[in-house]
């Protein structure tokens, strides 16, 4: 159990001892709280990469992170969920943007976009296992910001919001596909989410199964992807 704001003051005489990574930190200026905020997330994903656990981050092994008083978080953070919450947030930022690189690489081809953007997803999570973990390792708490199902709009896609944004990129790419007309997909929404499903599923079981004879991870992708996306052409 996580400590109250007043019970999380160090006994007085006690000496916080911070990881070496920590540095004094300098109290932000008058309305810099924005800055906290998010030093505080980058410390919860520093000890999530230190140890490949979220199992880690405590808001004293935060705050020690962060530079700062245990209490202080309060101010940002209701508990460790939300901290948590707010690393999930970042962690699909950061996947989004790296799709969003992959498919910009590939030019105007929607079906090469839409291998380079699913080949990008996977990269992503093989190169940082510790961070794709997080994504999908707990249940979230119910909340305004994540809603439970992802809603679904009326054109029967994502709308955007907590992690959503990522999997409408995946839905766009094949109803590009389909615009182009070298997708037969009459669900773009039902292709993206098997798509999906086997991409996770390639990004945990290398992670679990290091040594196992994989495929060339790239040439892997690009076969089921066109063929779970029915492309065509």
């Given amino acids: 159990m996580e400590p109250s704001p007043a019970t999380a003051e160090p006994r007085p005489g006690a000496q916080a001892q911070p990881s070496a990574a920590v540095r004094k930190r300098r109290r932000n200026p008058r309305g810099q709280g924005a800055r906290l905020t998010q030093d505080i997330v980058s410390g919860a994903l520093a000890l999530i990469e230190r140890t490949g656990s979220a199992e880690a981050v405590t808001l004293r092994a935060v705050a020690r992170e962060a530079g700062i008083a ?4 309060y101010a940002h953070f ?75 709009g009326p054109d029967g896609r994502p709308v955007p919001g907590f992690g959503a944004g990522t999997f409408a990129l995946l839905v766009q790419a ?37 040594r196992f004879p994989w495929p060339d991870p790239a040439a892997f992708v690009r076969q ?5 996306a029915q492309v065509t052409a």
Avoid: N
């Fill in 174 to 210: 094949i109803q590009d596909c389909v615009t182009a007309g070298v997708s037969a997909s009459t669900d773009a929404a039902a292709d993206a989410t098997a798509v999906w499903v086997a991409l996770h599923g390639t990004v945990s079981l290398h992670t679990a199964l290091p």
């Fill in 78 to 152: 209701p508990d460790r969920d939300a901290v948590l919450m707010a690393v999930v947030v970042r962690i699909f930022e950061e996947l989004t943007e790296a799709i969003e690189q992959g498919l910009k690489s590939a030019g105007q081809d929607p079906a090469g976009r839409l291998v380079a953007g699913c080949e990008a997803y996977v990269a992503f999570g093989l190169e940082h296992p510790a961070r794709y973990s997080v994504l999908f390792s707990r249940p979230r708490p119910a909340s305004p910001d994540y809603p439970k199902p992802v809603p679904i």
């Fill in 70 to 73: 245990a209490p202080s978080i």
């Fill in 224 to 228: 089921f992807v066109l063929s779970l």
